[in-house]
């Protein structure tokens, strides 16, 4: 294919060799004339592995040229990646304007132009970014889109000296915007590229590469909090990570990693709460595992603040044990969304069919009436008890409502903190708390 990569810094410059090695023919567009003269000369602009030889052999056989010429580069190609700089400003965004830039270059040199055009953004953008791209390029162009040219977002995931292999071996390639047709036309440039090629809408492609790599920012932040702990008690840190790791049902994993409501139990609050005192008797700074609960408390802030929103003051709770298939209330997160409930004078009742005063014992009994000590005037015999005398339901339990029972019962707001059915996010009395 015909491709044009605006900008060829870092990621413009590895995608330029990457892509003529793969057999197209790349035009680079930058308006630094020292970066087209390297390029030109068969060097690239960046120091990394193995994209010397690339550019070298790009230049040599024809297929990269640099050019400052942005109306040359859109005319003669079919496909424009953006690779410029997105820098974090003053006021702590992204500074877009290179991204605009480009996208009003690409706008006037359509205008002149009546096939088809792809532009592909791989520069990073925060969420509705592809949406202003795409009404500035139709707007300078006089073009409609997805008619007569499509926006996608296609995030990168090089890391500066592994980019080359990072370019053929990424986690996944990332494809997201309206168009059918363009996206699977751009899917056509990896054909040589490993892993799986994931379509999808141009927003949670936009979104993904921010929480990849804060995600990875925070496993370095944690580890390095846990290195810290280890060498207080004079563990080798090394060795103790290397069991850690071992765990992939857990650890390692999917799991914990679905947004839903807070953590609770007798076992997740209690041992963070012990590695804090521990950090703190070693006089060790834990910003990150301090903040975990802090973290928790916020989140059940929020499905308050979502309930309070709704106006309504009998509220009905589905589920109050920490977990569904038990009956441990201890440090159930539920429960502490009651109390913040009752404490602002809301009437509240809680079915819950695990929950049954006679059979509650032992530390779970002490947990029970010490936070909700007339629980009894709360609790209800049927689902459909609960639904009938409350305005909100909040959903703690998938197992305990049904969608039908949810679509009967238009009249009534339900609150789902567990992702009950995705099919239910379209119906009007349905909210989710973070979805």
């Known amino acids: 294919m015909n491709i044009s990569v605006f900008g060829i810094g870092y990621v413009g410059c590895v995608s330029l060799g990457c892509l003529a090695a793969d057999g197209h023919n790349i035009i680079g567009v930058d308006s630094n004339h020292s970066k087209v003269d390297l390029i030109n000369s068969g060097k690239p602009t960046v120091i990394e592995k193995n994209i010397d030889e690339k550019i070298l052999a790009g230049v040599s056989e024809k297929r990269i040229i640099a050019v400052e010429d942005f109306f040359y580069a859109v005319k003669e190609t079919e496909i424009s990646i953006i690779c410029v700089g997105t820098p974090i400003g003053k006021d702590g965004k992204l500074d877009l304007s290179h991204v605009f830039k480009v996208a009003e270059q690409i706008g006037d040199a359509l205008k002149f132009k009546n096939t088809f055009h792809i532009i592909s953004v791989r520069s990073s953008i925060p969420p509705g970014t592809i949406s202003l791209v795409e009404s500035i390029i139709s707007k300078r162009a006089n073009k409609n889109i997805d008619e007569d040219f499509s926006v996608l977002a296609n995030p990168e995931f090089l890391r500066e000296g592994t980019a080359v292999n990072d370019y053929y071996n990424p986690p996944y390639t990332l494809i997201g915007g309206k168009s059918n047709l363009a996206k699977k036309k751009l899917a056509e440039v990896y054909k040589n590229v490993n892993g799986e090629i994931v379509f999808t809408d141009s927003v949670i492609a936009e979104l993904i590469k921010f929480a990849n790599n804060s995600f990875h920012a925070l496993k370095v932040s944690f580890a390095n909090e846990i290195g810290n702990i280890c060498s207080g008690y004079n563990i080798d840190s090394s060795k103790f990570m290397?069991?850690?790791?071992?765990?992939?049902?857990?650890?390692?994993?999917?799991?914990?990693?679905?947004?839903?409501?807070?953590?609770?139990?007798?076992?997740?609050?209690?041992?963070?709460?012990?590695l804090e005192s521990m950090a703190e008797e070693l006089n060790i700074k834990t910003p990150l595992i301090s903040g975990i609960s802090k973290s928790n408390e916020t989140h059940i802030e929020l499905a308050f603040h979502l309930v309070k929103s709704i106006k309504k003051k009998n509220v009905g709770i589905a589920g109050i044990t920490f977990k569904e298939g038990t009956d441990d209330v201890r440090n159930s997160p539920y429960i502490s969304l009651v109390k913040k409930l009752l404490d602002k004078k809301y009437s509240v009742k809680i079915f819950d069919p695990n929950i049954r005063l006679e059979n509650v014992i032992g530390a779970n009994k002490d947990f029970l009436f010490?936070?909700?000590?007339?629980?009894?005037?709360y609790l209800i015999n049927s689902i459909d008890r609960l639904i009938e005398e409350s305005d909100v339901i909040v959903l703690a339990n998938s197992k305990l409502i049904s969608t039908e029972q949810i679509l009967k019962h238009n009249n009534k707001i339900f609150i789902d903190l567990v992702r009950i059915d995705e099919v239910m996010r379209s119906k009007d009395n349905y909210i989710g708390l973070s979805w």
């Open 370 to 377: 010490k936070e909700l000590p007339i629980i009894s005037d």
């Open 242 to 274: 290397e069991i850690f790791l071992k765990d992939t049902k857990l650890n390692i994993s999917e799991n914990y990693l679905k947004p839903g409501f807070a953590y609770g139990g007798s076992c997740l609050p209690k041992d963070l709460k012990a």
